[in-house]
């Protein structure tokens, strides 16, 4: 029988939410473990999520940016190109990553043990080595950290070659040249613009009448008719009858309306699911919501106060940035360390072409909770800055409260969006006006000014209004 190891924090699992869990228990001076079953650290975030998915996104970036310009030849993207020429900076990308996270757990005294663990007890963990040892510990604060995967529908015959999901879409050794998207969330919609700006023929079908419901629709609006401009097409409100791979060289999808559509491969992005089936929960008494997701309440504790759950486990938004923060809040909890002013304004950031990004209230919740709003638009081909990088598909769209005084929300649709959004997310943090955009000056050309463009939108709107009050 081994020894009994027993720590202050004990973390499973690697990825952005138990990394900086560990960090932080590590920082307050205690002593903290971490169980990983993979080989590295970082989790499917960095091995086949953001990572890999954001470096093929650049490389797709460029053949784009290529295409679109004036001064050079037809640039569209040879057919049967390997996938591995288009990601050459992965394996850098990810052992750079991989080593930063490393080495930050190593600087701070984070032990690392690589296997899988199960639940004994509420107390106890049993973890499983990669040599087939055993060994048990315990802690005073356990965090659950063990990330998601890729849905799989019963009814779909993903084969990991042919029909693929989320995961394994980047093992392909060519590129086809068609593609059938299944699904219209965040990951379907990511991946399906990649491919379209690669010159692949992209269909998404969805079961939704538009993708990303919980997302502004004027913005999904325009992200759709950039994605068909590229050559992609989008077929809302549709239910599948049947998928299979032919048995020759297609996927053929029919609809329950009778279409029929086939293509090289098809990728099959309807969600993800927590990474909980190993854990035995069963020991612990833990609960799990009607989705499937390990229930916590705001500080990411479950119903053993010792116990708590963190990133995509606990289900929405499943942000990687997220995650991070609940890892760091969960233990300073556990610990009673002050966690902050809860991070109720967390940005939204989709990695699409041209890319989307919201933090606070899009216009249907501000006329839900006000009846009315004041929007002010600024698009980026109306900006110097856009000209300049020919950005013809871009839009800011600042939503402020009926008066057109306090500032609500900020959508964005546009390249850069992902980094510009952060501009009103400390605007909304420090209860900036709309006038504050006004009254400062943004430097030029940049696609910033667009907030002082949105800004003078709705100033318009309001001389517009005292005028017509005052007739």
């Known amino acids: 029988?081994?020894?009994?190891?027993?720590?202050?924090?004990?973390?499973?699992?690697?990825?952005?939410?138990?990394?900086?869990?560990?960090?932080?228990?590590?920082?307050?001076?205690?002593?903290?473990?971490?169980?990983?079953?993979?080989?590295?650290?970082?989790?499917?975030?960095?091995?086949?999520?953001?990572?890999?998915?954001?470096?093929?996104?650049?490389?797709?970036?460029?053949?784009?940016?290529?295409?679109?310009?004036?001064?050079?030849?037809?640039?569209?993207?040879?057919?049967?190109?390997?996938?591995?020429?288009?990601?050459?900076?992965?394996?850098?990308?990810?052992?750079?990553?991989?080593?930063?996270?490393?080495?930050?757990?190593?600087?701070?005294?984070?032990?690392?043990?690589?296997?899988?663990?199960?639940?004994?007890?509420?107390?106890?963990?049993?973890?499983?080595?990669v040599d087939g040892m055993k060994q048990t510990l315990t802690a005073d604060t356990i965090v659950i950290a063990t990330g998601s995967r890729p849905r799989t529908p019963v009814e779909i015959p993903i084969d990991h070659e042919h029909i693929l999901d989320s995961d394994s879409i980047l093992s392909m050794i060519y590129l086809p040249r068609s593609l059938t998207v299944l699904g219209g969330g965040i990951i379907a919609l990511e991946y399906a613009s990649i491919f379209a700006a690669l010159d692949v023929q992209v269909t998404i079908i969805d079961r939704a009448d538009r993708p990303l419901q919980f997302f502004d629709e004027e913005l999904v609006r325009m992200f759709v008719q950039s994605f068909e401009q590229a050559g992609g097409r989008y077929y809302g409100g549709q239910a599948m009858k049947d998928v299979r791979w032919d048995g020759v060289s297609q996927v053929v999808t029919t609809l329950q309306d009778g279409q029929v559509f086939a293509s090289d491969k098809m990728l099959v992005a309807v969600g993800r699911q927590p990474n909980i089936e190993d854990l035995n929960l069963s020991a612990t008494g833990l609960t799990l919501t009607e989705k499937g997701a390990l229930a916590v309440n705001e500080h990411g504790q479950t119903v053993i106060p010792h116990i708590y759950g963190v990133g995509d486990l606990i289900g929405p938004p499943g942000l990687a940035s997220s995650a991070m923060e609940q890892g760091r809040r969960a233990v300073c909890h556990a610990l009673g360390l002050p966690e902050g002013q809860?991070?109720?304004?967390?940005?939204?950031?989709?990695?699409?072409?041209?890319?989307?990004?919201?933090?606070?209230?899009?216009?249907?919740?501000?006329?839900?909770?006000?009846?009315?709003?004041?929007?002010?638009?600024?698009?980026?081909?109306?900006?110097?800055?856009?000209?300049?990088?020919?950005?013809?598909?871009?839009?800011?769209?600042?939503?402020?409260?009926?008066?057109?005084k306090y500032l609500l929300g900020v959508q964005i649709v546009g390249e850069g969006a992902t980094e510009l959004i952060h501009l009103g997310q400390m605007a909304l943090q420090h209860g900036a006006t709309v006038d504050s955009f006004v009254e400062n000056i943004f430097n030029f050309p940049t696609l910033a000014e667009t907030y002082r463009v949105a800004a003078l939108d709705i100033v318009g709107q309001r001389q517009k209004r005292l005028t017509q009050t005052a007739a």
């Open 1 to 129: 029988m081994s020894t009994v190891l027993h720590y202050d924090v004990l973390v499973i699992g690697s990825g952005p939410a138990g990394q900086k869990a560990a960090i932080q228990g590590a920082k307050a001076g205690k002593r903290v473990a971490m169980i990983e079953c993979e080989p590295g650290v970082g989790g499917g975030c960095v091995y086949r999520g953001t990572i890999p998915s954001k470096t093929l996104r650049e490389s797709a970036l460029q053949a784009d940016r290529l295409k679109r310009s004036e001064t050079m030849p037809d640039r569209r993207t040879p057919p049967n190109v390997m996938v591995s020429t288009l990601m050459r900076r992965l394996n850098q990308v990810v052992t750079s990553h991989g080593d930063y996270m490393m080495n930050q757990l190593t600087r701070n005294g984070v032990i690392l043990f690589h296997g899988r663990a199960r639940f004994c007890s509420d107390s106890q963990i049993e973890m499983l080595t």
């Open 342 to 404: 809860s991070a109720g304004t967390i940005p939204v950031g989709i990695y699409t072409i041209p890319e989307m990004s919201s933090i606070g209230m899009d216009e249907a919740a501000g006329l839900k909770r006000y009846r009315e709003v004041m929007i002010g638009r600024a698009k980026f081909n109306e900006i110097a800055r856009g000209q300049i990088s020919d950005i013809r598909n871009g839009l800011l769209k600042m939503v402020a409260d009926p008066t057109g």
